[in-house]
């Protein structure tokens, strides 16, 4: 055994934890851990923005299950990726933040980008610390591993300041911990695994709406058996896409105002780890005659805008085990071949009243084609207002991690080719597909340089609006259409910087010429762009009913 510096012990705590990429954008706060990347297998993810390179880490959480790591430097580096920070905490995905500083040796004498940095981390971070010691790195790292994926997972921030980076440590001296986090989570109460099963029993139409707690507990299996014994339909939201496959027959899929005729018809909902946050109106989506059913491994959560009739603080998976073996089997269940017919008519109907031929594009006609060339076991990703809604609704998601999204809490768009990068990467063998809106496109499309540079080929589709289409929608529907400002962005060719950036671009403007476009693209084995003019006009209807319901316009 030599000695080693802090980089290399930072990557050697990494590669103990199983990681494989590092997203990163470089600073020379850093280079102490680049450096020491080149003897081993983690690969950096060099970005062109920190926002991006969060956001990449997020998405290697939401497609893998593990926990994604970036890396940024001091002052700006770190400021730039606090909104994909933030997202990370809002939709409670764990996520590793490395942050770089000035040497201790420099503080409060005006060093390059030295500034309090935990002051913003803090807030927005399960947990944020500095280490001070080189030869404590490893146990640090384990510190952050614990909090990020113990309970409700979420981002920490570990900062390395640079002297302690380049201090130098006999490798004898250093404890990589082990068994440094628990292997076991929490079942619920008895009790209150007594009081659900009465009041399933009892109840006529329930309903059961899954999050993300879903996808972070391994549910899939345990959901599926518990839907099946009991027959009741099943609504994915946010990142529990998947848990249940879309393609099962309780799986309530389509709009979801087509949906919500028969899913406001229920006498109980089962809110599984998801949030009663303005998406269910903080609760109130439900009259006071519905029973409700809560369940998170956040016990804090439970109770949060509505005060459930039984709330189970355990872990998801656990519980709907429990569940499983207390309720009595009715998988003919009436009510939930009764909802799913309903459903399917208001899906039917919807989209025989839409001229999928018009010109300008349909968004409808746009997710329908894409879906047809790319198929069911692709990764789909949807970024942006109006088009985001409209390839939620039209994508299926036949396994967790399969379908991503801008998140339903924080509503932080530009997530969708960082994402869309970071699902490649975690699924070299299957297409990763991006819907992503024109004005969405803009904030992060420089990533197509990332993607070319390091040969990953994701296939972006613009839904090209010309506008901040949900913006401008809003406008129209308070102002009237002559007074809309700062929303229209034109006809841009997003195509042609795509293939700037060394990437295949494709431009679209009749319907018939998306699907050989799509193919083209995919044919092509480089990063691409298939940039789509669509209707202008159309606004997705569940955007308007949200902002009806939350008195916008």
């Given at each position: 055994m030599?000695?080693?510096?802090?980089?290399?012990?930072?990557?050697?705590?990494?590669?103990?934890e199983g990681v494989k990429y590092i997203f990163s954008l470089s600073g020379g706060h850093l280079l102490r851990i680049?450096?020491?990347t080149i003897e081993s297998d983690i690969k950096i993810i060099d970005t062109r923005h920190e926002q991006a390179a969060g956001h990449m880490a997020e998405g290697w959480s939401l497609s893998t299950g593990e926990m994604g790591?970036?890396?940024?430097?001091a002052g700006p580096g770190l400021t730039d990726a606090v909104t994909a920070i933030?997202?990370?905490?809002?939709?409670?995905?764990?996520?590793?933040?490395?942050?770089?500083?000035?040497?201790?040796?420099?503080?409060?004498?005006?060093?390059?980008?030295?500034?309090?940095?935990?002051?913003?981390?803090?807030?927005i971070t399960k947990w944020a610390k500095i280490c001070y010691e080189a030869k404590r790195i490893p146990e640090y790292i384990s510190m952050a591993y614990r909090q990020a994926l113990s309970g409700r997972p979420g981002p920490v921030y570990l900062e390395l300041p640079f002297d302690m980076l380049s201090q130098e440590v006999e490798e004898a001296e250093v404890v990589f911990p082990v068994n440094s986090r628990p292997k076991y989570r929490p079942a619920g109460d008895p009790e209150a695994i007594k009081e659900a099963a009465a009041l399933l029993e009892k109840a006529e139409r329930p309903v059961i709406i899954c999050g993300a707690g879903g996808f972070w507990s391994n549910a899939s299996e345990a959901l599926t058996a518990f839907a099946e014994k009991t027959g009741i339909p099943v609504s994915s939201r946010s990142y529990g896409y998947g848990i249940l496959p879309s393609s099962h027959p309780l799986a309530v899929t389509g709009g979801m105002l087509d949906s919500m005729g028969a899913l406001m018809q229920t006498d109980?909902?089962?809110?599984?780890?998801t949030r009663l946050n303005f998406t269910l109106m903080y609760g109130q989506f439900y009259g006071p005659e519905v029973k409700i059913i809560q369940v998170d491994i956040e016990p804090t959560e439970i109770g949060v805008n509505r005060g459930p009739d039984v709330g189970i603080h355990g872990d998801l998976k656990l519980v709907?085990?429990?569940l499983t073996e207390s309720v009595p089997a009715t998988p003919d269940r009436a009510w939930g071949k009764d909802s799913m017919k309903i459903i399917e008519?208001?899906?039917?109907?919807?989209?025989?009243?839409?001229?999928?031929?018009a010109y300008p594009i349909m968004p409808q006609r746009l997710v329908r084609d894409m879906r047809e060339v790319f198929g069911d076991d692709c990764v789909y990703v949807c970024d942006g207002g109006d088009i985001h809604l409209f390839g939620l609704e039209g994508f299926p998601s036949e396994r967790p991690g399969s379908l991503l999204a801008t998140g339903l809490q924080f509503g932080c768009i530009g997530v969708g080719l960082p994402f869309a990068i970071a699902a490649k990467l975690a699924n070299p063998d299957r297409n990763v597909i991006l819907l992503s809106g024109d004005g969405t496109f803009g904030l992060n499309g420089m990533e197509f340089d990332t993607a070319a540079r390091h040969g990953i080929q994701v296939?972006?589709?613009?839904?090209?609006?010309?506008?901040?289409?949900?913006?401008?929608h809003g406008q129209e529907r308070m102002y009237g259409n002559e007074r809309v400002i700062g929303c229209e962005l034109g006809p841009v060719r997003y195509d042609l910087m795509v293939q700037g950036l060394g990437g295949h671009g494709e431009f679209v403007e009749r319907a018939e010429d998306i699907k050989p476009a799509l193919e083209r693209a995919l044919k092509s084995g480089k990063p691409a762009c298939v940039n789509v003019l669509t209707d202008p006009t159309i606004p997705h209807p569940t955007a308007e009913m949200a902002a009806e319901m939350m008195g916008a316009y």
């Open positions: 030599g000695k080693l510096d802090g980089g290399q012990l930072v990557v050697k705590a990494l590669e103990k680049y450096n020491a790591v970036c890396s940024v430097t933030v997202n990370a905490a809002q939709s409670n995905s764990p996520m590793l933040v490395l942050g770089g500083r000035s040497g201790l040796f420099e503080n409060d004498i005006g060093a390059l980008q030295d500034m309090n940095q935990m002051a913003i981390m803090e807030p109980l909902v089962m809110l599984l780890g709907l085990e429990q008519e208001a899906n039917k109907a919807t989209t025989e009243a839409i001229d999928m031929n296939i972006c589709v613009v839904g090209n609006d010309q506008a901040w289409g949900m913006i401008k």
